[in-house]
């Protein structure tokens, strides 16, 4: 009887052991899509690096294609033409920081970020403003650039949670990118308009490359978003090993900043429009 009690009981761990692993394994794959789609720099700081050691990094270093969908104006781009650039210090003042959004860690991108995300280079030149926006790289020539990473704090599970849980917890994080930029003039609205036109251009995909490694883009189709004096929306599904995953993009000008968002969920759920993150940013702007 014992021996049959401890049979059941080794039987239950090895059980429980293989599915915890076999989780662990369907996470790596996801966080590996994600970070395809969300540059390779990004997700590896947000789950190996720290607040203080990217702020210690820092310190040492065409028209939309269907504007029903992808934009949304709500100023004429023309108010935009007596803008004013602010510099560096003042555009830094503006841009998320920690504890503007609720149920998120918000940190400055740090140095290798930046680095890596300089290096990406695109199959399709046409494609450039998308890639700009996948690699904390700003759109266009802007005067300033702060870009900054947000991740999601997961609830902490229960005492008594199964490693099942303790895992699909981990894996239901967010993070996104977002980058706030200064322009003068129409320096802008024709940022965004460039980006609009690699939409179009590129919605039967292209290929990138970040850090030595290819990732294809399999579609950039256009989606619905509305803020500021005008925005533009794309949602960009990315494949790598057999997986596919759907990320949304969202640039919104004001006046002449214009802030791009991108978003990842690691856990394979649906990856939303952080409403929540653009929402805070430009209540912050005024």
Known sequence: ???????????????????????????????????????????????????????????????????????????????????????QAELDKLVLVEGDVKGYKIAKASAAEIAIGKGITTDNEACTPLVDVLGFRPLGKPAASSPVRLTSVPEKPGADASPEDALAALGDMTIAAETLNSYAGQGAPEALEALSAAGKACAGGFTYTADGEKTKVTKVAPATYTAGDEAVAFTVTTEMEGETTASPLVAVRKDGLLATFMSINLGGGESKQPKDIIDAQLAKLG
């Open 1 to 87: 009887m014992r021996s049959t009690t401890t049979t059941a009981r080794t039987t239950g761990a090895r059980t429980t052991a293989s599915r915890t692993t076999l989780a662990g394994s369907a996470l790596v794959r996801r966080t590996a899509v994600a970070a395809s789609a969300l540059s390779l720099a990004l997700l590896v700081s947000a789950c190996g690096g720290s607040d203080d050691s990217s702020a210690d990094s820092d310190k040492k270093a065409g028209k939309s294609a269907d504007k029903s969908k992808s934009s949304a104006a709500a100023k004429p781009a023309a108010d935009a033409a007596d803008a004013t650039a602010l510099p």
